[in-house]
């Protein structure tokens, strides 16, 4: 994982040490001494994540946090406020200004780059959809990622999982004025009232006597209903290394025993924003969007997509220096089950092919239909040879599934050639990119079909 990281601090020996730190994890770091220099490098874009201090002169660190937060353009990049502050009314102060943690000094290594590495992973799926958002300008949607959706007048609705029946009526009480909240004493019920309750949260406590609470944490973040949903673990004191797995496994935050009313209602109400931001961002996409970039047959992303995603995808690998691979594929002899089948039986398969390459790549993956029974896949962050190992994958799910065809229930082989090419070091095009797969796929067909040919150069 590789993320620009902004580190502000107006002391360079501070700096210099995070700064260490985050350059042995191989992450790129930038720096800035003061509030306004710190605004303004993130205004200026590629900034994953803020390391931001407190005291500062002029400007302290909450100030720089408010404003960030206030401000559409860079409200959605996380900020963990860092210091030598530790009474809870000072990190309440910070989460208040919308900031998504605070770590006081000294800042143990390995807890600093857990967090690090967790929230960049939930900006990497902000980014995306303000990107495919903002790759739709042309067809009228140029405000939307200026809106502001952070909406704090609805009660969120949150799921606390808590076997302790003091515990749960202190956190009741707790959140009585700011929550509807629903409990359960039973972590194998809680999964299920999870995936099947629309929740903005869900708070996980670790004190359960015969149960690990991260395999709780590891079940919701594998189910694609609650994949996003915030989770809260609520811990004691000593667990440092169950919350750093924590954070590893994908939960948002975490809180310490005994609990403060403030600091919990805090934290709750970040993580609530996030997701509230994420969703109206996610639907306000595809409520604009689905009919003028979307396949009407297929649910895929069209050509007309991708001709203006792949470009911004490509620049944004090539300036961070990160790997992107595309995947050409091509449906074997289509025109023989047209011409047996009829149309109709011919675009029950290109549906069926378009449902399992879906299932086999992910969320950040941008798959379309190029036209006719050509399909294109640009995974970004991802090389040659994990790519490859994706072609081989679809390709063979194909070749050994049957599809089915007609009312009657008949089946027919179905086999997909596969051609794949990535971002060269060095001077590289979308052009030729696309190029280097589509003569991987002429070589993957004419050497026989049902194959997959990767192009190096």
Known sequence: MTARILVVDDIPANVRLLEVRLLAEYFEVLTASNGPDAIETCENGKVDVVLLDVMMPDMDGFEVCRRLKSDPATSHIPVVMITALDQVSDRVRGLQAGADDFLTKPVNDL????????????????????????TTRNIGIEELLSRNFASAETTPKVLLIDERKSSVERIQKMLRDSADLDVTSDPHAGFFQAAETPYECVMISTAFADFDPLRLCS?????????????????EEGEEERIIRGLELGINDYLMRPIDQQELTARLRTQVRRKRYNDQLRASVTQTIEMAVTDGLTGLHNRRYLDSHLQTLFDRAVARRRPLSVMITDLDRFKSINDVHGHDGGDEVLREFARRLRKNVRGIDLACRFGGEEFVVVMPDTDGLVAEKVAERIRAEIAQQPFAVGSDGKTIEVTVSVGVSSVLKGVDTVAALMKRADLALYEAKSGGRNRVVAKAA
């Open 219 to 235: 079940q919701l973040r594998s189910l694609d209903r609650t994949r996003f949903l915030p989770i809260i673990l609520l811990a």
């Open 111 to 134: 807890q600093l780059m857990t967090r690090v590495k967790s929230l960049v992973r939930l900006k990497s799926l902000t980014d995306e959809l303000r990107l495919r958002a903002s």
